[in-house]
């Protein structure tokens, strides 16, 4: 926990249940527990529900008259589109139109604003579009933020929240669970129907317990922050760096990806002019050096991250996160992949250290509940 300056309230709980707190964004985090099983985690997550915490996220409040203007300038989203109880996944890009960060922009009042964000630059952002504005930007480490995932979690919180079953995707509210104050926001990383709940750090303790002793008996277990990169495999959720040039640069080129590369343009509001990074954002479409795309691989040894991906003798790619399935009985990969193979069905060869060669297809994404149904349901 050397590089760590971001404290949980939840350590406690998390060194009982075995983690060490390894470091993610300057919190020591529950990367791993060595009780539990992170499968059965998945599988709760996906089944269930899990209990996770994800408080390393870092939550910026934006207030002011001039704070829709700063997050207008900083993303790629049309802020104005965006009503009090809202929020919407946007990212953030440098002049060169590269990615340096994404995040969820919730508003929670006419001139007020939550950044939540993860260990890019987006609070470097923020505050250069702020430069010489009248707005008030304030990292607030004292927020916890406590993810509630799986299909049973709205079973959960209606015994102690009154309309949360309403609570439509990527909509807030402003509540209170356990008599403690709290907003709780239909969102995860998980691909699943779930819920942030976030509240003050000395509240914390309290509500974990809780939900974890009362939700026992439905399933609801605590989960390890890496049981993400098997539910994010299969929903196409990337996780910064981990998926881009910064974890596996290019030769004799600088870290940064566009957003046509990862598949992350869709996050640029139609027509949005003026955000930082815009016209080479623009600009850069139909240059792609690679794409992000799935493959399906033979048998159920996933391969590591980093493993190169071959077409015959030549390596085109390499895989950035991978994962089997014993729910969905599918072994998959996230990679990076040349334009040409960014298709349904070319033929590739992962060679992993450990299993050796993988046949490989390649394949669109997500490969987990495609239409998303299920994180979007309502009722």
Not at 39 to 66: C, F, N, W
Request: charged residues 25%; glycine residues 10%; aromatic residues 10%.
């Amino acid at each position: 926990m050397t590089a760590s300056w971001r404290f949980s309230t939840l350590g406690d709980r998390h060194r009982a249940l075995g983690s060490d707190l390894e470091d993610w964004s300057g919190m020591g985090t529950a990367w791993s527990y060595s009780k539990g099983d992170p499968e059965q985690e998945y599988l709760a997550i996906r089944t269930k529900a899990g209990l996770m915490d994800v408080s390393g996220l870092k939550k910026v409040h934006i207030t002011g008259p001039a704070a829709s203007h700063v997050i207008d300038r900083a993303t790629t989203r049309n802020v104005e589109k965006i009503m009090p109880g809202r929020s919407v996944y946007a990212t953030m890009l440098n002049d060169a139109g590269k990615f340096v960060d994404d995040c969820v922009i919730y508003r929670t009042g006419p001139n007020a604003w939550m950044v939540v964000h993860g260990s890019g630059g987006a609070h470097e952002q923020l505050t250069m579009a702020a430069t010489g504005r009248d707005v008030s930007i304030r990292f607030d480490d004292n927020l916890h933020d406590l993810s509630l995932q799986g299909p049973l979690a709205v079973d959960y919180l209606q015994k102690h929240v009154e309309g949360i079953r309403n609570l439509n995707y990527f909509s807030h509210m402003q509540t209170s669970l356990f008599g403690k104050p709290v907003m709780i926001s239909r969102t995860g990383y998980t691909g699943e129907r779930g819920y942030e709940i976030f509240c003050r750090g000395q509240d914390a303790p309290a509500i974990w317990d809780r939900i974890l002793e009362e939700g026992a008996s439905m399933g609801i277990i605590p989960c390890r922050f890496t049981t993400l990169d098997l539910l994010r495999t299969e929903s196409y959720l990337l996780f910064f760096p981990y998926d881009n040039s910064e974890m596996y640069p290019f030769e004799n080129e600088g870290p940064g990806d566009t957003l046509w590369e990862l598949g992350l343009d869709f996050t640029v509001s139609p027509g949005k002019t003026g955000f930082r990074g815009a016209e080479e954002h623009y600009r850069l479409k139909g240059k792609e050096r690679f794409k992000i795309w799935g493959l399906k691989l033979d048998g159920t040894n996933a391969p590591g991250n980093g493993a190169p991906v071959f077409k015959g003798d030549k390596q085109v790619g390499v895989v950035t996160q991978a994962m089997y399935s014993p729910l969905n009985k599918h072994n998959i990969a996230i990679a990076r992949l040349p334009v040409d193979c960014a298709n349904d069905g070319t033929k590739l060869t992962v060679r992993c250290g450990t299993h050796g060669e993988i046949a490989a297809t390649t394949h669109s994404m997500p490969f987990y509940d495609v239409e998303k149904k299920r994180r979007t349901v309502k009722g």
